[in-house]
């Protein structure tokens, strides 16, 4: 798995996203992997990008794509989250008041590009027609697809699974450890400093990150040590307004059931989960 592991490279319709975008820089993400082994990475906006699958095609004829799936109402609750911790934009605190931002914002469409940082989480979340695009230009026999309640319950299986997918042996391994919990900033101006440092401090964290990497391809991070995040306290939502949620992402649910063959009627009905991830590197 590459380091970082969300570089978002192929994302070149949505540049404000993109980590890297040297062509070497990005090989050299990978240069700690064995001879041999099979390569990916995490890129979280690949499935949205209209342009990242067709770039990774163009490179790697033969690569395989695994996506995750889960309930958009949830991902939405989990994306603004996501965003209010990341500090990347000024993003409303609030997710209804989040919501009704974007009402005037248009969906991607392809040869758009995005240039805000705020997510129009009506666009994003719709995982339904991104799967369907995914599956048009790659093909069902290199597309995986993993439900985010499948993770939560089964881990293991979905691990299993998973190397079958990517014709790899099971190693045998039962423990899986819960990352990216939900949090947010113990001290929030120190956070904002180091997560995007101002110029010339800017300069300094890439050559100390490339610094580290050299050394240890895969540093811990210091937020989940929790030296400078706390735990945050579960978003909840008016009963109306996830009804709102459901009305708007149920024909994106009723696709998702026909590509995935799975039945997600509970989708429609389950309370708002946060935001976590299995590591499975």
């Not at 101006?189 to 995007?196: D, E, H, V």
């Amino acid at each position: 798995m590459s380091y970082p592991k969300e570089p978002n490279y192929y994302a070149l319709d949505i540049p404000v996203r993109r980590r890297i975008r040297n062509v070497d820089e990005y090989r050299t993400l990978f240069s700690h992997a064995p001879k041999g082994a099979i390569c990916g990475e995490a890129s979280p906006w690949y499935l949205f990008s209209y342009q990242a699958v067709p770039a990774i095609l163009k490179d790697n004829p033969r690569a395989r794509f695994i996506a995750c799936l889960r309930n958009p109402v949830d991902m939405f609750v989990s994306l603004h989250g996501q965003e209010l911790f990341n500090q990347e934009a000024d993003e409303k605190p609030d997710p209804e008041e989040a919501w009704a931002r974007q009402a005037s914002l248009q969906p991607l469409r392809e040869g758009d590009k995005v240039t805000s940082l705020l997510p129009n989480y009506r666009d994003v979340c719709s995982l339904g027609r991104q799967a369907e695009r995914l599956l048009s230009r790659v093909g069902r026999e290199r597309t995986h697809f993993v439900l985010f309640d499948d993770i939560e319950k089964d881990p293991r299986s979905v691990y299993e699974a998973t190397l079958k997918f990517l014709g790899l042996e099971s190693d045998g391994r039962t423990d899986f450890v819960v990352h990216n919990r939900r949090k947010a900033h113990r001290f929030p101006a120190l956070s904002r400093f180091l997560m995007r440092p101002p110029p010339p401090f800017d300069r300094v964290k890439s050559v100390l990150i490339r610094a580290i990497l050299s050394v240890n391809p895969r540093p811990g991070n210091i937020y989940e040590l929790g030296l400078l995040s706390k735990s945050r306290p579960q978003a909840v939502l008016r009963p109306e307004f996830r009804n709102e949620l459901g009305a708007h992402f149920s024909d994106q649910i009723s696709l998702l059931e026909r590509l995935t063959g799975r039945d997600l009627s509970a989708w429609r009905a389950k309370p708002a989960v946060t935001s976590c991830s299995y590591n499975f590197s």
